[in-house]
T-cell receptor
Framework: AQSVSQHNHHVILSEAASLELGCNYSYGGTVNLFWYVQYPGQHLQLLLKYFSGDPLVKGIKGFEAEFIKSKFSFNLRKPSVQWSDTAEYFCAVKGSQGNLIFGKGTKLSVKP | NAGVTQTPKFQVLKTGQSMTLQCAQDMNHEYMSWYRQDPGMGLRLIHYSVGAGITDQGEVPNGYNVSRSTTEDFPLRLLSAAPSQTSVYFC?????????????FGQGTRLTVV
């Protein structure tokens, strides 16, 4: 069965620290990979996506992710986090029927 | 652009009551899905549709029904509400262009069953 694993349940950082959130997926077909962000009380918004081409994908708000096929990973990174990045982050892979399969999410708390 | 519109935003039901969560999209997307979000569980797929007249079950379909009579609408019906259905529900629609698939989410419906 297709699945997505996010390694960290809750990450706490100080402002200006670097961020890396882990994501591993299991899916043997052509991958579409996504990172979504959910700010408190809001719906999910797309941060970035990978379909093909350059495995280093740049998204909004200074986020980037690297697709490493050999490791089935799609980790999210940001060089310097801000208090406004406090949110929950979800990694997702497109399933065989066009639906999205989500990881359990990682809560990020950034201390000012 | 309206995107994906969900109604209502909040709802409180008594155990055993039925209701329909509405979802409409104006982007002419083929795919529509319903997810529920529970703390520590991520988003779990309830039902999905790959086009008008076609629906299928996701990971947690029990207690829910869907139909897709038009491209735009994908309502989710709770047949007999139970406290275990207390959750936040998100509707999503998505398109496929080439091999890329991208989903757009509604604002969510926070449902409490007492």
């Amino acid at each position: 069965a297709q699945s997505v694993s996010q390694h960290n349940h809750h990450v706490i950082l100080s402002e200006a620290a670097s961020l890396e959130l882990g994501c591993n997926y299991s899916y043997g077909g052509t991958v579409n990979l996504f990172w979504y962000v959910q700010y408190p009380g809001q719906h999910l918004q797309l941060l970035l996506k990978y379909f093909s081409g350059d495995p280093l994908v740049k998204g909004i708000k200074g986020f980037e992710a690297e697709f490493i096929k050999s490791k089935f990973s799609f980790n999210l990174r940001k060089p310097s986090v801000q208090w406004s990045d406090t949110a929950e982050y979800f990694c997702a892979v497109k399933g065989s029927q066009g639906n999205l399969i989500f990881g359990k999410g990682t809560k990020l708390s950034v201390k000012p | 652009n309206a995107g994906v519109t969900q109604t209502p935003k909040f709802q409180v039901l008594k155990t055993g009551q039925s209701m329909t969560l509405q979802c409409a999209q104006d982007m002419n997307h083929e795919y529509m899905s319903w997810y529920r979000q529970d703390p520590g569980m991520g988003l779990r797929l309830i039902h999905y549709s790959v086009g008008a007249g076609i629906t299928d079950q996701g990971e947690v379909p029990n207690g829910y029904n869907v139909s897709r009579s038009t491209t735009e609408d994908f309502p989710l019906r709770l047949l007999s509400a139970a406290p275990s259905q207390t959750s936040v529900y998100f509707c999503a629609s998505s398109y496929r262009r080439g091999g890329l698939h991208e989903a757009f989410f509604g604002q969510g419906t926070r449902l409490t069953v007492v």
